[in-house]
């Protein structure tokens, strides 16, 4: 939703833009207005022929947006840290499953159920990629078209001539660079691309970190190659 209202709010922009572009905009005395519909919802935006209220309705349009961006995130931050992480803590542990499999430092009993294994690990890793993607590319189409509605702002400033609407651009510019629209999850990480990278370099390091550990057990095969969760399980059932 967001980034709809953000693209509505952009195409606004550039509309007085290419006015101004194509010399059309004169100034009238009369404001001659129309309801432009942002969506079903009865979201509306006044659209006059006078730049200065173009811009002063695009503030005020701008600074709503803002208010339900920090609102949703202060609602959903905590959920979105649970989402996020568990779903690392998934991938992770799927991961090392399969490459311990292909490495060959688990043995199934026939080369069958090592398919069906590795199988339903990289089908279960891949949703849970999945889910992270979604999330991180709503955030960050959101992110980038706020970030577009800052060029558009300087554009029509440079264009300007007139000083009310200079005023009213620079307000808006100032606008622009206290309020932005930013995903974090409880405040520990922003919620845009970068979070590829961390997700990348942590679920490296926590590969190496386990496969090392399984080769350096001392009860690492017990004699026949069987990884650490079937060591696990006959223990248990001699236990018992």
Excluded at 123 to 142: F, H, P, T, W
Excluded at 229 to 238: G, I, V
């Amino acid at each position: 939703k967001l980034r709809i209202y953000l693209s509505a709010l952009n195409k606004v922009l550039k509309n007085l833009s290419h006015q101004w572009d194509t010399r059309t905009l004169k100034a009238v005395t009369q404001k001659q207005r129309s309801l432009q519909c942002l969506d079903s919802f009865s979201m509306y935006t006044i659209v006059t022929k006078d730049p200065a209220e173009i811009i002063q309705e695009s503030m005020e349009i701008h600074h709503l947006i803002c208010e339900a961006a920090a609102t949703a995130n202060k609602y959903f931050t905590y959920q979105l840290l649970t989402i996020i992480s568990i779903a690392f803590l998934i991938i992770v542990f799927d991961a090392y499953y399969v490459l311990e499999t292909l490495l060959g430092k688990s043995k199934r009993e026939s080369k069958f159920k090592t398919v069906e294994f590795v199988t339903f690990f990289s089908c279960q890793m891949i949703l849970y990629l999945i889910a992270i993607i979604s999330i991180v590319e709503g955030s960050n189409r959101a992110i980038k078209k706020s970030e577009k509605t800052g060029g558009i702002a300087h554009s029509l400033l440079n264009k300007t001539k007139s000083a009310e609407v200079k005023e009213k651009l620079q307000q808006f510019s100032m606008q622009l660079m206290h309020l932005k629209i930013n995903f974090t999850a409880a405040g520990l990480f922003n919620i845009d691309r970068t979070l590829y990278f961390t997700i990348s370099g942590a679920l490296t390091t926590y590969l190496i970190i386990l496969l090392q550990f399984t080769s350096n057990s001392p009860n690492h095969g017990y004699g026949n190659g069987s990884s650490c969760c079937e060591a696990y399980n006959n223990m248990t059932n001699h236990t018992l």
